[in-house]
């Protein structure tokens, strides 16, 4: 116990039981309570000079009373979060082979060029004479973007895909408004990812499911069937979720286009063919890209990302503010006073650090580096395909994209689920793929090794995927194996029910970590 | 290139094992025409070529740390302890996914909890969530989020909202025909919101201190909002005043939506940063965007979630109460790390010396003729008037190597009655000899 009688070692007694250690760490292992519980009156971990000496201009409102907030020293600080780091599972420490999200490696030089002073310290608000440089990096990426998409402009500000895509309908909204025309519906393959409709309602849309042909792409007769005046737009991801090439991209936009309506791509796997196709050379009116996937910037835990949006040029006028634009005395921003934008985004200008890392990613691959990026994911997964044709299922005849999906019919009448199959594969070392999306196949694994891993390093995961569906395959004691894992891990299968049945969402002073009686638990 | 993993004779083995002769066979759905367009881009280079490129465009720019700096209107400049980007880059943290394995995630998973106990305090609120992508789309999401628990569509904007809020708001609003009220700019700090309240009023949404910098106590506000069945939305654009200032949460704001980015996380040009989500539990699945929450494992040992994901996209759909997927994990994590090391003394510390900061500079600029400060109150953000436009003083303040805050016209173009208005911030990365320069250039170009 510290001073304000919270527990140090929280845990201790519930993990003795279930490891045998006193402590409840298992060597490298560590418990680690909340800062909260280490915590105590009077400690701090930064040492601030005295105020000057004023009187406070508050108007009565100084806060009373305590906030609550925990005292830590540096050496307690740094312990707390590199003990929380050793939980998490990374791509630098092994493949991470979740679908859709292209965890790929993220060079260090982008980290390096995005804290170099005079990029990484200077405030949006700086007289545009002062941040030439940074407009620079602005306008340089857009080029590169509008270079690979093959479209006439991009607007840089959205800050994550979401965002990207609700840019994207803002603008087609604003086209549609333009011309007198007003549209209610939107149109969405099944296997669509969930931002996608999300993104349509809060548009104001009405979102209609497109039905997928029995080959994994969308059914052009049911498009043709959907489509009307009503439609603003329809939203496609190419590649698709089902990791494939939609092959009838460009009748799909004719059918779109003719129907006076817009073709809005999801370009989250843009992966699979940046420097290879021009999503501009097929027929789309707009592409978020996000560039916390292609284009290397870290996913952080889930964020920060970034959604440049390239627009055709029938949407091209229709952008968000600011944007940069080439004046008479260098680059300058449009920030207000455009009749046909839409209006704005976020704060600022969009995600600079972001961008910065994107372009050094992009400079350091070139044109052809980045040819080579596409074709190697698309190789790696389709060497995965191939390798585990045999004892897996593939949900759709190949070739695939950056992406191999299987469905789990090969875990038929073993026992063992996809969630089962995926959770064993912690226990081996690896991150699971993404399971159960898309939705429109049962039991979906869905696997992106990327262009990052060696050969050796497939081999290895192949490998693993293998050995997992043999022992699925053979049953027996196998299953209960399958049932339990993960077991290797700092924390087993948690209880996803109990924790949004009566949610705890913050730490109370009381409510102080003491350990959870398992029997009292279920 | 550095980057890739496989070898020519790796991609021939693995070409032959999927069967293909070579690699644009697996490209076969392409289009026609389609495939292997030229490309008028440079070609790869290696990383010392990167850097040269990058440090020529560095250099292009003023650096806040070679001049006095004193702008704020939403971004704010402050020392950033070097504990913090360490932490920030280590692997596990850097690159993971979104923690959707919780077993192999917890690291993330509990600075997420912490993170949101933090804001959660801080703002004197019940839960907060684990991030957005920045103040003002918070305040945006939050807009719909009291559409949806009182069923009503309006809502009124104050005068002294950041226009960048305002505006992020009301694009997202105009999306669905939605109706909003922005009250006239508010300079004076003494604007009466409570006659744009109606029983079609979805919230209110002020920020506090104003953009303008005035401090108010928004009790009143509050009752009068919840008199009309309205909700108040209190956006903070600087969190430190939060270590001094009496909280949102205490003056009777049932959503809390701030800027982040005073704590952990560098000025970047405006992103990325993180915002902030709080509000009162009963509220808590109409939420927008991830939370953590605590649970037990098999064992029954504590462990973490994300949790009410029925709320989210992924499950929901189109029924969804955002789409956002992506928020700010990385600069959650920063801010919980910097909020950590600076603890309840080191805060409180901070928010003094910001305060004590733009006293000392507001006393100093009262001192010159033809400049007044406008805000009575305030925290470390004040508007001044001068005797010229603010636009041309801070040229001319540039010229002169002093980053001199921000003109209000940057802000508000439209707003002719604001040209002289300069609007200022001091931190605790200001000296009085900055101070004692700005006052100097100024007087020289006033």
Redo the contacts between chains.
């Keep these: 116990m510290n001073r304000q009688g919270r527990p140090t070692t929280?845990?201790a007694a519930?993990?003795s039981a279930?490891t045998g250690t006193i402590t409840?760490n298992r060597g490298l292992q560590m418990e680690?309570a909340?800062?909260?519980e280490i915590?105590e009156?009077?400690?701090?971990?930064?040492d601030?000079?005295p105020?000057?000496?004023?009187?406070?201009?508050?108007?009565?409102?100084?806060?009373?009373g305590?906030?609550?907030?925990?005292?830590?020293s540096?050496p307690q600080?740094?312990r707390?979060?590199?003990r929380?780091?050793?939980?998490?599972?990374?791509?630098?420490?092994g493949l991470?082979p979740?679908g859709s999200?292209t965890?790929?490696?993220?060079?260090r030089?982008n980290?390096?060029?995005?804290?170099?002073?005079?990029?990484?310290?200077?405030?949006?608000?700086?007289?545009v004479?002062?941040?030439?440089?940074?407009l620079?990096?602005i306008d340089q990426l857009a080029g590169?973007l509008k270079?690979?998409t093959?479209m006439p402009a991009v607007a840089m500000s959205p800050?994550?895909?979401?965002?990207g895509?609700?840019c994207g309908?803002?603008a087609i909204?604003a086209a549609l408004k333009a011309r007198g025309d007003v549209r209610k519906r939107i149109l969405a393959p099944e296997s669509a990812?969930?931002?996608n409709?999300?993104?349509?309602?809060?548009?104001?849309y009405?979102?209609d499911p497109i039905p997928a042909t029995a080959d994994g792409r969308v059914d052009l007769d049911a498009l043709q069937a959907k489509l009307g005046p009503d439609v603003a737009a329809i939203m496609l991801t190419n590649p698709n979720t089902c990791g494939?090439?939609?092959?009838d991209?460009?009748k799909v936009a004719d059918m779109v286009h003719k129907a006076g309506a817009f073709f809005y791509c999801d370009g989250a796997n843009f992966n699979a063919?940046v420097?290879?196709?021009?999503p501009g050379?097929?027929g789309i009116d707009a592409m978020h890209i996000?560039l916390?996937k292609t284009f290397?910037t870290?996913?952080?835990?889930?964020?920060?990302?970034?959604g440049p949006v390239v627009l055709s040029d029938a949407l091209k006028d229709f952008v968000?503010v600011p944007y940069v634009v080439h004046g008479k005395d260098g680059l300058t921003l449009v920030?207000?006073?455009d009749a046909k934008s839409?209006?704005?985004?976020?704060?600022?200008?969009?995600?600079?650090?972001?961008f910065?890392r994107a372009l050094?990613y992009?400079?350091?691959?070139?044109?052809?580096?980045?040819?080579?990026?596409a074709?190697?994911s698309?190789?790696?997964a389709?060497?995965v395909?191939?390798?585990l044709k045999d004892i897996m299922s593939p949900a759709f005849e190949g070739?695939c994209m950056h992406e191999a999906l299987f469905d789990d019919r090969f875990l038929k009448d073993t026992g063992v689920t996809t969630l089962d199959f995926?959770?064993a594969m912690?226990d081996e070392g690896y991150?699971?793929m993404t399971v159960y999306?898309p939705l429109v196949v049962h039991g979906a694994m869905l696997i992106e090794p990327t262009?990052?891993?060696?050969?050796d390093?497939v081999d290895a995961f192949v490998n693993t995927l293998r050995g997992l569906a043999e022992k699925a395959k053979a049953g027996g004691e196998n299953v209960a194996m399958f049932q339990a894992a993960?077991q290797l891990?700092?924390?087993?299968?948690?209880?996803?029910t109990?924790?949004?049945r009566s949610?705890?969402?913050?730490?109370k002073p009381g409510s102080n970590?003491a350990p959870?009686?398992?029997?009292a638990?279920e | 290139m550095r980057y890739l993993g496989l070898t020519q004779a790796d991609r021939g083995e693995m070409l032959d094992t999927i069967g293909v002769g070579g690699i644009d066979a697996l490209f076969k759905d392409v289009p026609a025409g389609a495939l292997n367009p030229i490309l008028d881009l440079p070609p790869h280079q290696g990383e010392l070529e990167v850097e040269r490129a990058f440090a020529a465009m560095a250099k292009k720019n003023v650096s806040p740390m070679d001049v006095p700096f004193f702008l704020g209107a939403g971004a704010y400049r402050h020392h950033i302890p070097a504990a913090v980007d360490h932490l920030i880059q280590r692997s596990e943290f850097l690159t993971s996914y979104t923690p959707y394995q919780p077993e192999i995630s917890q690291g993330t998973l509990q600075y997420l909890f912490e993170f949101q106990t933090q804001v959660s305090m801080i703002t004197g609120m019940e839960v907060a969530n684990a991030s957005m992508y920045d103040g003002a789309t918070s305040a945006a999401e939050a807009v719909l989020m009291a559409q949806r628990i009182t069923k009503r569509s309006k809502a009124v904007l104050s005068g002294g909202l950041h226009p960048h809020y305002r505006d992020t708001v009301a694009t997202l609003m105009d999306q669905t025909d939605q109706p909003h009220v922005a009250a006239p700019v508010d300079l004076a700090g003494t604007e009466d919101l409570s006659s744009l309240i109606d029983d079609q009023t979805a919230c209110v949404v002020v920020q506090n201190p104003s953009v303008f910098g005035h401090l108010r106590d928004l009790s009143d506000l509050a009752k009068a909002c919840h008199a009309k069945g309205a909700l108040l939305v209190v956006a903070v654009t600087e969190i430190t005043s939060l270590g001094l200032v009496t909280p949102p949460g205490a003056m009777g704001a049932d959503i809390v939506v701030a800027e982040g980015q005073s704590i952990g996380v560098p000025l970047s040009f405006g992103g990325p940063y993180v915002g902030l989500f709080a509000t009162r539990e009963k509220f808590v699945r109409q939420m927008p965007g991830r939370l953590c929450g605590e649970t037990v494992d098999q064992d029954g040992r504590r462990g973490f979630v994300l949790t009410l994901s029925a709320r989210e996209q992924h499950i929901r759909r189109e029924k969804a109460t955002s789409n956002i997927c992506t928020n700010s994990g990385l600069c959650a994590l920063a801010f919980t790390i910097h909020m950590s090391l600076l603890g309840e003394l080191g805060f409180t510390q901070l928010a003094e010396i910001n305060h004590a900061k733009a006293v000392q500079l507001a006393e100093k600029l009262s001192q010159m003729k033809g400049v007044a400060i406008v805000p009575q109150a305030f925290y470390n953000e004040i508007a001044v008037t001068l005797p010229k436009p603010a636009a041309e003083v801070v040229e001319k303040l540039a010229g002169k190597n002093i980053l001199g805050g921000v003109p209000a016209s940057r802000l508000f173009p439209e707003e002719k009655s604001l040209a002289n208005v300069l609007l200022l911030a001091a931190t605790e990365t200001n000296t009085e000899g900055d101070m004692d320069k700005l006052v100097v250039a100024l007087k020289e170009v006033l």
């Design positions: 929280p845990h519930a993990n279930s409840g680690e909340l800062i909260f915590g009156d009077g400690r701090t971990g930064v601030l000079p105020p000057p000496k004023v009187k406070d201009r508050l108007g009565g409102l100084k806060r009373s305590k906030i609550g907030l925990p005292g830590l540096e600080v740094i707390h979060f590199v929380l780091s050793q939980k998490n599972y990374s791509i630098d420490a991470y979740l999200c965890m790929k490696h993220n060079p030089l980290e390096k060029m995005a804290r170099l002073p005079g990029l990484g310290d200077v405030h949006p608000l700086q007289p004479s002062t941040v030439q440089g940074a620079q990096v590169w270079t690979l093959g800050a994550a895909g979401a965002h895509e609700l309908l803002m909204r990812h969930g931002t409709p999300a993104t349509a309602a809060l548009c104001g009405t979102v494939l090439f939609e092959r991209i460009k063919i420097g290879k196709v021009r050379d097929l996000n916390h290397s870290p996913h952080g835990g889930g964020g920060p990302g970034s968000p920030e207000s006073g839409f209006g704005r985004m976020k704060g600022f200008h969009g995600q600079m650090g972001m910065i050094a992009m400079m350091s691959h070139g044109a052809d580096g980045l040819k080579r990026v074709e190697d698309v190789l790696s389709n060497y395909m191939a390798s070739p995926a959770k912690i991150h699971p999306f262009e990052s891993e060696s050969k390093s993960p891990t700092p924390r087993r299968r948690l209880d996803e109990r924790a949004a949610p705890v969402l913050r730490w970590g959870i009686d398992k029997a638990a």
